[in-house]
């Protein structure tokens, strides 16, 4: 079974920096695109950044300039670099993944179970 696990988060004054991580366990997988969102108290979950497998990135204009998102997929991992995070960055944020295993004929989607960031002095 496939597992996506997110590590990183935690507590930032504003302008500091945190970077996520989410990698994707299970053998004989073929990881598609993969991404990053979040949630905030009372709000909608919602896009952050995404990464194909050839690269092509995608952010949230609220992020961009900000926020960068890069993939290793020799240990199927995507990273989240946040700097100058500002309080309104903080929320949970989830990590997800197409993902295609060796007997299945299509991809599904995975999610991480999340990790908190809090900005705040």
């Known amino acids: 079974q496939v597992q996506l696990v997110e590590s990183g988060g935690g507590l930032v004054q504003p302008g500091g920096s945190l970077r996520l991580s989410c990698r994707a366990s299970?053998?004989?997988?073929?990881?598609?695109?993969m991404g990053w969102y979040r949630q905030a108290p009372g709000k909608q979950r919602e896009l952050v950044a995404g990464?194909?497998?050839?690269?092509?990135?995608n952010y949230a204009e609220s992020v961009k300039g900000r926020f960068t998102i890069s993939r290793e997929d020799a240990k199927n991992t995507v990273y989240l670099q946040m700097n100058s995070l500002k309080p309104e960055d903080t929320a949970v944020y989830y990590c997800?993944?197409?993902?295609?295993?060796?007997?299945?004929?299509?991809?599904?989607?995975?999610w991480g179970q999340g990790t908190q960031v809090t900005v705040s002095s």
């Open positions: 990464i194909t497998s050839g690269g092509r990135t």
């Open positions: 997800n993944a197409d993902i295609l295993l060796y007997y299945s004929d299509s991809p599904n989607l995975y």
């Open positions: 299970g053998n004989s997988i073929s990881i598609y695109r």
